[in-house]
């Protein structure tokens, strides 16, 4: 039986009708005492899953989050619902520390944020003896997780919660986690007890895109243009002077685009982000240190210009597109050099064997990903142990690629390697490979007498592009390596052996030979996100407007005031009264109060 009071704070105070999906049985457990461990994808409703408990618990909800920046806008969001909630981090003058511990002690907060560093000293863990908690909540609760994309050290310290309060409840949640992350979170987080609910991993609004990489910055420029012109979106890049010339890159042309990366000060970090969440159409250029935890609703794409070190990390990256649940973009270009580039990092990393093998594993993982001829959202989420059917929203879906029998190109390949190094001692780069398969007469093949070797020119039918597709998917299988050296030269493998003998077949994906960055595919049309009939869109847009401005009024991101799905709701239903008004989605008891009468002369 649920429970009528978490029903009640659902509506009254965050404007629902019922729960989605496992919210109603997660809250009814956490209000009833028990631990979980909750994975739930993001946009999927996760923070519902704490806070409708700590309203209904007596005390204090202490969320432990990584976000120091984001604590701001998660607190503002809160108290436009009513909701009496606070933070306490290093941002703050220590005159409204002071009063926010006070608050806690009183018994006057509903929720309190705080970062894992912060709770873990000895000042916060007193104050929280000194106060009654309903519950503690534990936020990206996969940075525990040493084999995680995120791991953050301080996270370990979180155990000690349960010996010090061990009658309060706990309910770590996440985005990402295959099985064994979720045993390591269990573990980790002494959640032995815990009950564990897993939802779908499945987007379905997030339509995925993987593309050669062929001067890549153009490409992202063509996304943005040909189908996100004006929108909100992330795009993330490995290293933080890529980040930088990104960033320059797209403000030159016309984006606005800001960078975000740890080389930057806390300062201008903050006011970028910042600025992300509260204007529209803003770019942000990022490494990974950005967006976990993303509110904003409204991003629409995700671009990845070089390749992810895990399907964890792009599943969770990519996750902060599309919240809203309408359409959106994951996208991400690829190519020889990635592939190149991660082994050698895997190779150069510090760590022992085991420690290389798992970088290794979950690379393969993400490779397979790129280059499989299956369905995309298939490949993803059969990762996190899922199955589903075809998509019917991916680009292998939409354009099918081509398979065709490599076997014989792999042999050429594979043999021009092995006479370098067995006729020559040398090593070469796929640069070099490429130029002798296909017979080019450069300075260096005739300098090394490259010329008179029997595998000079035997790959002249296919072009430079197919060669590379062919090298890199050796390379993503394992038929190649890479030097550990860090000459970036290759060598055979144990598996190359069986295709030099004929023993193994291989059918490779073809590559596109299209050279137009701009081709206009049916993968590359953009879908109207609010889908409105045209005599609901001047509403719609004024309410937009209206909604702008009270937010800049606030100080609060627009989507703090009311999400676009809300006011298409609006746009469409056209509520007559408060009380019409009050049974639209995401209209709650306080913004009823506080917008009512605005919202209903707009619709006049």
Known sequence: MSDPRAQDVLQRVFGYESFRGDQQAIVDHVIAGGDALVLMPTGGGKSLCYQVPALVRQGTGIVVSPLIALMQDQVDALTE??????????????????????AFIDGELDLLYVAPERLLTDRCLQLLERGRIALFAIDEAHCVSQWGHDF????????????RWPEVPRIALTATATAATRVEIAQRLALDQAEHFVASFD???IRYRIVEKNEVRRQLLDLIRSEHEGDSGVVYCLSRARVEETADFLCQNGISALPYHAGLSTA????????F?????????????????????D?????????????????????????DGLPATAWLAYGLQDVVQQRRMIDESQGDEAYRRRLGQQLDAMLGLCETVECRRVRLLAYFGQTITACGNCDVCLEPPQAWDGTVAAQKVLSAVYRLWKERGQRYGAGHIIDILRGKSTDRTRQHGHETLSVFGVGADLSDNAWRGVLRQL??????????????????TEGSRAVLKGERQLMLRRESEKKPRGSKSSTRTRAPVIDLPPEAMPLFNALRNWRGEVAKNHGVPA??????????EIALAKPASLEDLGHISGVGVRKLEAYGDDILRLVE
């Open 203 to 205: 987007r379905p609004n």
């Open 475 to 492: 390379l993503a299988q394992g038929l190649l390596t890479v030097d550990n050296e860090g000459f970036g030269t290759l060598a055979l």
């Open 277 to 297: 969440l509260r204007e529209d159409g803003i770019v942000m250029v990022a490494t990974i240190a950005f967006g976990m935890g993303i509110d904003k609703p």
């Open 559 to 568: 989507y703090v005031i009311f999400h676009d799905a809300t006011l298409r």
């Open 152 to 163: 953050r050290p301080e996270y370990l310290g979180l155990s000690m919660l349960h010996e």
């Open 299 to 323: 991003v629409r794409f995700v671009a990845h210009i070089d390749l992810p070190k895990s399907v964890e990390g792009y599943y969770q990256e990519t996750g902060r597109a599309g919240r």
């Open 268 to 275: 201008v970090r903050a006011a970028n982000q910042s600025r």
């Open 81 to 102: 619902l009513g909701v009496r909630a606070a933070f306490l981090n290093s941002t703050q003058d220590w005159r409204v520390a002071r009063e926010v511990e006070q």
